[in-house]
């Protein structure tokens, strides 16, 4: 059975940093695609960044390019966000997905999940608030 879990989150100032931890179980977690979304209040979730199992290729969406940062632990069982120079539009739910079937594309596990919750597990999500 699939398990994600989501920490990290918190109240931040703009241009501040923040990291979250996707901490996995229950999975061959090595073989699996991850990705970060997240979805604001009366907007729908959108793909942030995903990773692929295969050589650990990444996808960022324009809105974060430059920003943010994904990366994986496979000995930990563990992705990562680290998140820099945190603007108000930030500001969301994030949530970590996951998906078998060694995906070679990260930009496709970030696109197919947005439009199909149902294509990968998913995790809690945790709240960022970027505020001063």
């Known amino acids: 059975q699939v398990q994600l879990v989501e920490s990290g989150g918190g109240l931040v100032q703009p241009g501040g940093s923040l990291t979250l931890s996707c901490a996995a179980s229950g999975f061959t977690f090595d073989s699996y695609a991850i990705g970060w979304f997240r979805q604001a209040p009366g907007k729908e979730r959108e793909g942030v960044s995903c990773?692929?199992?295969?050589?650990?290729?990444?996808y960022y969406d324009d809105s974060v390019k430059g920003r943010f940062t994904i990366s994986r632990d496979n000995a930990k069982n563990t992705v990562y966000l680290q998140m820099h120079d945190l603007k108000a539009e930030d500001t969301a739910v994030y949530y970590c997905?996951?998906?078998?079937?060694?995906?070679?594309?990260?930009?496709?596990?970030?696109?197919?999940?947005?439009?199909?919750?149902?294509?990968?597990?998913w995790g809690q999500g945790t709240q960022v608030t970027v505020s001063s």
């Open positions: 997905a996951a998906k078998g079937g060694h995906i070679t594309i990260a930009q496709a596990m970030c696109a197919i999940s947005s439009q199909d919750p149902g294509f990968a597990s």
């Open positions: 990773i692929t199992s295969i050589d650990d290729s990444t």
